[in-house]
């Protein structure tokens, strides 16, 4: 298949004909041997078969979409190895949608009534959509379920003029009575106290009941790291319509213990390797905490030095800025989750450091670092607000000091290679619309952070600056298990 069109089709986008078919075109990428070998393109084969159920399913979407006459023709043309596909629309005289009553809302307040119509899918003067309808009604079920009334049901129904091409709709709701959140019944702990995960919880006892604060809730209990998995839903056993209503949370704990690690090389950093243990549950209340570190230049550092920059390793011998000496980095952080609120976390951590650039500059540093994250679920972006204070120094080369700081001059680098206080707080919010935190395929990150350091706030008078980074991802997919991802870094610094 190497070409999928469609003609006539005013009403409905391509995008959605060529979803709700069986036949669908080879990758582009397919047309080169080498690049499909690789995986980037992928095959598909003309069925003749599916060709013509096809029809009767283009007809089908159209005829619940509200086009009753459509007519769907083809047009294909082979060569000796190719198909190319054509479907020709005529879509036909639509229904018009000329009235949608809504009845049994008439015991909620004007205003909230009035938010709960806003921006249906369907609406009176549109193209008669089966599939809107339902969606509408869906919607009306959702929202009346996330303001208090779990009981909530829609029930639509429709009658049709065919002669005239109208449709007259009903949605009927039975809204059920308003409930508030009751008793909290939390089952699958072991290590955990169960006052830990309902300290997660976003629907608290007493508060109105909203199935999307249940979902907010399972969340929370995943993101903790605490449990594995998670569910919240109504205590069915245990709940009578009209009464408060009852949840029931089931978890499957965490192992108490992580360990990670792993070895790499670079061609001037040489061997590398990184360890990270988490403890779960540390001391009670469902804190973690997190031991980690990492070690580079092993084979050409002191005093790892096993001389591997005469092979395998492209590292000067001269006792440069950045050569001579291992980096490494060790930090212990303790997370506290729902610190205050079911939204926040707070973190303390202390780390030693020494990190380089090869002939640029080393950094030496010993400190401290708490971080409070804020994350509300419903509008998803995170927000964090971070205090570190360190005590370290900076070597450089004179023309790095020359170049980034203004200092040229012997006695100028002198003191600013002296060991001092850096104080610095730092804000940052995320924005994460791509479809996996962990291994995303498609969407985007966005990241903005703005770091302050000034004696204000505890710094050195030669440590004072403000820095602004901001950080964007795009993923696309290609074909198959392959991901097209570009990044978009850049920050200026006073």
Known sequence: MRQLRFEGNASIQSSTLAAAIGTTKSSWFATFPLIRWIGLGEKRYFDETEFRRDV???AVLYKRSGFPDVAVDTAVRRTDRDAYVTFRIK??????????????????PEGPRQRLLLDLALR???????????????????????????????????????????????LDVSPGKRARIGAIRVDGVKRLDSSVVSALLVSRPGRPFSRDEL???????YKSD????????????????????PLLVRVGESPPFRVRAGVGYATTECFRTQADWTIRNFLGQGRLLDLSGNVSRIGVGRPFDFGFDKNICSVSREDSIGSSRFNYQLAATVRRPAFLSSNNTLSLSAFAERRSEFKVYV???????????????????????????????????????????NACTPDVIDQLQQRRLLAAL????????????????????ATLEVTYASKLIGSSAFQQFTRVLADVAWYRPLGGSVVLSWRLRGGLIF
């Open 56 to 58: 009767l399913r283009l």
């Open 91 to 108: 879509e036909g005289r639509p229904v018009i949608v000329t009235t949608l009553a809504i009845n049994g809302l008439d015991s909620i």
């Open 124 to 170: 009176t003067g549109d193209v008669f959509n089966r599939y809107l309808m339902q969606t509408t009604a869906d919607t009306l079920a959702t929202r009346l379920k996330n303001r208090g009334f779990p009981e909530a049901a829609v029930y639509a129904g429709f009658v049709s003029n065919h002669d005239q091409y109208t449709a007259d709709v009903t």
């Open 215 to 221: 979902f907010q809730s399972q969340r929370n209990l």
């Open 226 to 245: 605490l449990v594995r998995s998670a569910t919240v839903e109504i205590d069915s056993a245990n709940y009578t319509p009209g009464d408060s209503v």
């Open 363 to 405: 950094r030496t540093d010993i400190g401290t670092t708490v971080e409070l994250l804020h994350e509300t679920p419903r509008r998803q972006y995170p927000v964090s607000l971070g205090y570190t204070i360190s005590y370290g120094r900076t070597e450089a080369t004179p023309a790095s000091f020359c170049a980034f700081f």
């Open 426 to 445: 730092t804000g940052r919010i995320t924005r994460p619309r791509a479809n996996s935190p962990i291994d995303p395929t498609r969407g985007s990150n």
